[in-house]
């Protein structure tokens, strides 16, 4: 008798700038494919966000580096999404959709050690995906294709213009520095925001969300149909 097959266990890694489409997309595809959804950048505005609370400047290495190392993450299972905890604590999204958390959270991320402090936790969401039972993980960020899973099943670069990705901001009631944040995201020398080699860049600037969906749904559906 032959054994059954495993349902096999996918990656996808959805790269790119604010308001490019990411979480839009990746929303849906959980939900289309029974993935764990995983949003890195609030991971780094909780992050940013803590510092705050503790006082920690951008500017201070010796103090960013010591409230890297303390930090202790864990994780809570909210419908399909991953809410990171901080010292056992959720932190609100009004805290880290904030405009001082706006404005800090690209210089934080840019720090080194702080991106280490990260590293692990986020490659381990892959294991907590397993747990609950989940097909796979849509991740989404800056640097997923290239650091974080560079062996993705699956592996997209989501960009637009400027302008359009502002508008889209404000729609939203955001306010960011797009512009200013693409500088830093781009010009940082660990892990900077680029299409990584291999990965389907896609320019979401005239497109739907619905279309946008379509177009990374498309080869998921073909990979888990040839499994």
Not at 26 to 37: I, M, N, Q, T, W
Not at 79 to 100: F, H, K, L, Q
Not at 145 to 164: K, Q, T
């Amino acid at each position: 008798m032959t054994a059954p097959t495993a349902s096999p266990f996918i990656i996808v890694a959805i790269d790119g700038g604010a308001a490019s489409g990411k979480s839009t997309s990746s929303k849906v595809l959980a939900e289309r494919f029974h993935l764990l959804h995983v949003d890195t950048g609030s991971f780094y505005r909780g992050v940013t966000a803590e510092f705050l609370r503790l006082g920690v400047s951008t500017k201070d290495h010796t103090a960013v580096t010591a409230a890297a190392h303390a930090l202790r993450f864990g994780t809570k299972l909210h419908d399909r999404s991953a809410a990171m905890e901080i010292g056992g604590r959720v932190i609100p999204d009004t805290e880290i959709r904030s405009r001082i958390v706006n404005e800090n959270v690209s210089h934080f991320a840019a720090i080194p050690e702080v991106r280490t402090a990260l590293l692990a936790y986020q490659r381990g969401l892959a294991d907590f995906a397993r747990e609950q039972n989940f097909r796979g993980v849509v991740m989404e960020g800056r640097d997923i294709g290239s650091v974080i899973f560079p062996g993705a099943d699956f592996r997209f670069f989501l960009h637009a213009d400027p302008l359009e990705r502002a508008r889209r901001r404000e729609k939203e009631g955001h306010h960011d520095s797009i512009t200013e944040r693409d500088r830093i995201d781009s010009t940082r020398k660990t892990a900077p925001l680029s299409c990584p080699a291999g990965a389907l860049s896609i320019d979401t600037t005239h497109l739907t969300p619905a279309q946008v969906v379509e177009t990374l749904a498309a080869p998921i559906a073909a990979g888990f149909a040839a499994r």
